[in-house]
Nanobody
Framework: QVQLVESGGGLVQAGDSLKLSCAAA???????????MAWFRQAPGKEREFVAA????????YYADSVKGRCTISRDNAKNTVSLQMNSLKPEDTAVYYC???????????????WGQGTQVTVAS
């Protein structure tokens, strides 16, 4: 099965920028029928929530209202990677960020079968 590996998390100050990356490894041909790749996040004591998504083979990007205008999602199909550029970070952006892949055009957590292990992003005030 394909594995998703995130990188780029860390501790930053409010207002700083951070770029998260996600690479698909292993049985990458599993991605051939993916429709969407996305980033979700989960803060302590909260449910996992949608952050941003990008269509895997067509044009289309989607953002949560909380990050719209501050984040940009991009992909490189040849390298099987997806990235999330986050600017003007806020303390409320602190969470574990997960990369995920789906065979459906969906922004719902339940529609994603492929998940990375997560990378911690901490924004200090």
């Amino acid at each position: 099965q394909v594995q998703l590996v995130e990188s780029g998390g860390g501790l930053v100050q409010a207002g700083d920028s951070l770029k998260l990356s996600c690479a698909a490894a292993g049985r990458t041909y599993d991605t051939y029928d993916w429709q969407m790749m996305a980033w979700f996040r989960q803060a302590p004591g909260k449910e996992r929530e949608f952050v941003a998504a990008i269509r895997w083979t067509e044009l289309g990007t989607y953002y949560a209202d909380s990050v719209k205008g501050r984040c940009t999602i991009s992909r490189d199909n040849a390298k099987n990677t997806v990235s999330l550029q986050m600017n003007s970070l806020k303390p409320e952006d602190t969470a574990v960020y997960y990369c995920a892949g789906s065979k459906f055009n969906s922004l719902l957590v339940a529609s994603y079968d492929y998940w990375g292990q997560g990378t911690q992003v901490t924004v200090a005030s």
